[in-house]
C-alpha cells in the first residue's frame, strides 16, 4: 500500500482515541466509545472504511492485505442503508465489514431531495410528506383548540412601540450575533446527477472569488454532467459547478458562475488550538431546513474516523475530527462549524448514530450529540490545493497496511495491493527500515490502534513533513523518523 491500504474494506476508525500504552509491550488501548478519555489522533493509512465508532467483533481475522483499487470498495452490506431503497438511501449509522468488525460509523450524507421514479427519492418523499402531515394536524388542532375556546368576545392585543426585533442590538460573541453575522455566508447546496437523482447538503464562503467549500459527498451527484445550485438566506439562487474534490478527505471547492460581489468570506480559526469544552455553532440544512443554527461544544478532539455512506460505489473517508454535540443532521454536510467568536474551525461531515435503519424506516436516524467535522486547519490546505490544481495531494509512507482491528496498531501487510511489494521500494517506509510484519503504534505522541486510525493521522499532515514512527518487531520496540511522501488524486 502506498501510505493508504488500496483495496480492502475499510474498518470505521475507533470512536474513542486509546489510551498510550503503560509501557513499550502494553498495546493500545482497543477502538471504544468512552467519551471520558483523552481523544486519541487517529493516523491514515489508505482509504476505505465507515465512520463513527466501531463496535464489531474483537476477536477478527488475521489482517489482509488491501486490493489494487483506491480509494478501497465499500462493504458489501451497508447497514445503515436499506439496500432496497437504493444505493446511498441511508445517513448516519453503519455499515458491516468483514466479520461485521466495524458497526455504526458515522456518515453524514447530504439530505437527499425526492426524486420521481428512483426507489431512494421515494423513501424521501414518504418521510417528507410525513413531516408535513404531522405539522399540518399540529396546525389544525391548534385551530380548533382555539376555536373551540373563543367565547365570542373581542380581544384586544397590546404591543410597545419600540420599533420590534429591528432595535434589538445583539451583543458581539452572543450566539445570535454570530448567526446574524454567518448566515449571510452560508449557503444551501442542491446537487442532482443526470439521472435525476441529488441530494441537500451546506457550504460556505472562501473567497471573494466565489469559491465555496462543502463534503465531497454532497456534491458527488453532480459530477459529470450534473446540475449544481447554491442558495443564500436571502433567496438568490447561482449556479454553480465543481472545481475539484477529494474523496480522501471528502472535502470539495465549487464556484458560483457569476457570483455577486459583495461575498463577505467567513473568518477561518485555527483548528490546532481549539480545546474540549469549547462552545461550537453549526450552521445547515437539516433535513432540507435551510439555514438551520445549532449549538454546542467540542466534546473532543483527534477522533479518528473513517466516513461512507454505504452506496454500492462508496469509497471511505478519513478524518482526525473534532467531535461536537452540536445538533447535526442530514443536510448538515458541508456547513461550518463555528467557534464562539464566529470564526469556522471545521467542516460538518458525520455523525454517529444509535439507529442503523434506512431512511424509510421508523429508526431513521439522525443526531444523538455525536458529530464530527473535518478541522479546518486541514480543509483549508485541501481547498487551496483543489482551487490551484483541481486534484487533492495526500501524504504517505509508502506502506500497505491491515486495515483489520485487533492488531494492537497497524499492521504492515505482507502484500500490497495487486500482489506488489507491501513497502514500496525506496518509499518513505523503505527508506526508514519498516518491513511485513512491523505494526505501527504510533505516529508522533498519537497512539496508532488501527490501520483507519493511521491514514487519519498521516493525512493531518503534509508531504514533506518528518514524522516519528514507533512499531514494533519480534517483541521490540523500535522508533525512526521519515519524511512523508506525496501522492496526487483519488486514483
Known amino acids: 500500500m502506498s501510505t493508504e491500504n488500496e483495496g480492502n474494506p475499510v474498518p470505521p476508525a475507533p470512536s474513542a482515541p486509546p489510551v498510550p500504552p503503560s509501557s513499550p509491550a502494553a498495546s493500545p488501548q482497543a477502538a471504544a466509545s468512552d467519551g471520558g478519555e483523552a481523544p486519541t489522533t487517529p493516523i491514515p493509512s489508505t482509504p476505505q472504511s465507515a465512520p463513527g465508532a466501531p463496535a464489531g467483533d474483537p476477536y477478527a481475522t488475521a489482517p489482509q492485505a488491501p486490493d489494487a483499487s483506491w480509494p478501497p470498495p465499500p462493504p458489501a452490506t451497508p447497514s445503515y442503508a436499506d439496500p432496497g431503497a437504493g444505493a446511498g438511501a441511508g445517513w448516519g449509522s453503519s455499515y458491516d465489514q468483514q466479520h461485521q468488525q466495524y458497526q455504526q460509523q458515522p456518515f453524514q450524507q447530504p439530505q437527499h431531495a425526492p426524486k420521481k421514479g428512483s426507489g431512494r427519492g421515494g423513501l424521501i418523499a414518504a418521510v417528507l410528506v410525513a413531516a408535513l402531515v404531522a405539522g399540518g ?35 458581539a460573541g452572543t450566539v445570535a450575533a454570530v448567526a446574524q453575522n454567518a448566515l449571510p455566508s452560508t449557503v444551501t447546496i442542491e446537487s442532482e446527477g443526470t439521472n435525476g437523482e441529488g441530494g441537500t447538503g451546506t457550504g460556505f464562503v472562501f473567497d471573494k472569488q466565489g469559491h465555496i467549500i462543502t463534503n465531497n459527498h454532497v456534491v458527488a451527484d453532480s459530477l459529470d454532467g450534473g446540475k449544481l445550485t447554491a442558495t443564500f438566506p436571502d433567496g438568490k439562487k447561482y449556479d454553480a459547478e465543481v472545481v475539484g474534490h477529494a ?45 438551520t443554527v445549532t449549538t454546542g461544544i467540542i466534546s473532543a478532539k483527534n477522533r479518528p474516523v473513517a466516513s461512507s455512506d454505504g452506496s454500492s460505489t462508496s469509497k471511505a473517508s478519513y478524518m482526525s475530527a473534532l467531535q461536537t454535540d452540536a445538533s447535526i443532521n442530514p443536510g448538515n454536510s458541508g456547513g461550518p462549524l463555528l467557534d464562539a467568536s464566529g470564526a469556522v474551525i471545521g467542516i460538518n461531515s458525520a455523525i454517529q448514530s444509535a439507529t442503523s435503519g434506512g431512511l424509510g424506516s421508523t429508526g431513521q436516524s439522525g443526531s444523538i450529540g455525536l458529530g464530527f467535522a473535518i478541522p479546518i486547519n486541514q480543509a483549508k490546505y485541501v481547498a487551496q ?23 494492537s496498531g497497524a499492521q504492515i501487510t505482507d502484500s500490497g495491493s495487486g500482489g506488489s511489494a507491501a513497502v514500496e521500494s525506496g518509499g518513505p517506509a523503505d527508506q526508514a527500515g519498516l518491513k511485513s510484519g512491523d505494526v505501527i503504534t504510533k505516529l508522533d505522541d498519537t497512539v496508532i490502534d488501527s490501520g483507519p486510525t493511521l491514514i487519519g493521522e498521516i493525512w493531518t499532515h503534509k508531504p514533506g513533513d518528518k514524522v516519528q514512527i514507533t512499531y514494533k518487531r519480534g517483541g521490540s520496540e523500535h522508533t525512526v523518523t521519515l519524511t512523508l511522501g506525496s501522492r496526487v488524486g483519488d486514483n
Open 137 to 171: 394536524l399540529g396546525g389544525g388542532l391548534g385551530y380548533t383548540l382555539a376555536k373551540n375556546n373563543d367565547d365570542g368576545g373581542s380581544t384586544t392585543i397590546s404591543s410597545t412601540s419600540s420599533g420590534g426585533a429591528t432595535q434589538v442590538k445583539r451583543a
Open 247 to 291: 474523496q480522501g478527505y471528502d472535502v470539495a471547492v465549487i464556484k458560483l458562475k457569476n457570483p455577486p460581489s459583495d461575498l463577505k468570506p467567513l473568518a477561518l480559526g485555527d483548528s490546532d488550538k481549539v480545546a474540549v469544552g469549547d462552545e461550537t455553532i453549526a450552521i445547515g440544512a437539516p433535513f432540507g431546513l435551510s439555514n
Open 385 to 407: 490545493q483543489l482551487i490551484k490544481t483541481g486534484k487533492p495531494v495526500y501524504a504517505k509512507i509508502g506502506a500497505s497496511v491491515s486495515l483489520e482491528d485487533g492488531t
